[in-house]
């Protein structure tokens, strides 16, 4: 069975909501990629009315609802009888499931140029980009949402550089952003927290990883430039890591 498209933009959604959808992930979106791509352009025009055999609202699955959609948005969502009194245009999507896009908190997009449209055609429709070029939060409204921590706070020749490199050379085709940010002492860890959170990180990664773990992804196709054990942050040097970010109100 194919994951076809996600077509509900959702603003918000809590852990207990992403909980809540992989452990239903046998229900699929079954919608078209042509109208999902015409979504936006629709939504301005009129109101549209979803109706399938199944609603997934990150709570409760429910049968024979709709869901109502003005001005790209979702209004309303209860039984089709209801939500049809409101007006717009009908997409009845039959034996379907709707349900909010999934949410992906690790992965290297731009370190591995993987396509945002892919990656959106897939039902994933919010990413947290950890490890490569630091990019201001954007997307949404119809685009794949992106967020991003920026380069790997390591020591220097820490992981990740002894696999991807620190502007991502190593280990293959991974593209040629910064994956890494060497830091020797206290006061240069504040200084890049600072600068990452002010060029819009949405939190700070820390490398504490020696190697040398077997079945780890470098074992198989990604020969590391340095042998483990790797270099690690000292404890003096992460703790004034993890107190700038949290004076910075980030994670």
């Known amino acids: 069975m194919n994951l076809v498209a996600t077509v ?3 603003e918000k959604a809590s852990s207990k909501i ?4 992989f452990m239903i992930y046998t229900a699929f979106i079954c919608v078209s990629q042509s109208w999902a791509n015409d979504r936006q352009e629709t939504a301005k025009q009129e109101r549209v009315l ?7 609202d990150g709570r409760t699955l429910h049968e024979d609802h709709a869901l109502l959609i003005d001005n790209g948005k979702v209004i309303e969502i209860g039984p089709a009888p209801q939500i049809r009194k409101r007006g717009g245009k009908e997409l009845d999507l039959g034996d379907a499931t709707i349900l909010p ?3 992906d908190l690790h992965a290297h997009l731009a370190l591995q140029n993987v396509s945002h449209h892919a990656v959106l055609r897939h039902g994933v429709t919010t990413v947290r980009d950890v490890g490569g070029p630091l990019l201001a939060p954007a997307g949404g409204d119809g685009n794949l949402r992106v967020l991003t921590t920026g380069p790997i706070i390591t020591a220097p020749g820490g992981y ?3 696999v991807f490199g620190q502007h991502g050379h190593g280990g293959g085709d991974h593209g040629h952003s910064d994956v890494a940010l060497a830091v020797e002492s206290p006061d240069q860890a504040r200084e890049a927290v600072r600068h990452l959170i002010q060029g819009g990180a949405v939190n700070i990664k820390i490398a504490l ?4 773990e077997p079945g780890a992804p470098w074992t198989t196709g990604h020969a590391p430039s340095v042998m483990p054990p790797w270099p ?3 404890l003096e040097v992460i703790q004034a ?3 700038e970010t949290h004076k910075l109100g980030k994670k």
Do not use: H, N, Q, Y
Not at 18 to 21: G, Q, R
Not at 50 to 56: E, G, V
Not at 209 to 212: A, H, K, L, R
């Open 8 to 10: 509900i933009p959702i």
């Open 18 to 21: 992403l909980v809540s959808m």
């Open 50 to 56: 979803l109706k399938a055999d199944r609603i997934f």
């Open 101 to 103: 896009g999934f949410i």
């Open 160 to 162: 990740p550089i002894p």
């Open 209 to 212: 990883e020696p190697g040398g």
């Open 232 to 234: 690690l942050l000292p």
């Open 241 to 243: 890591i993890v107190d």
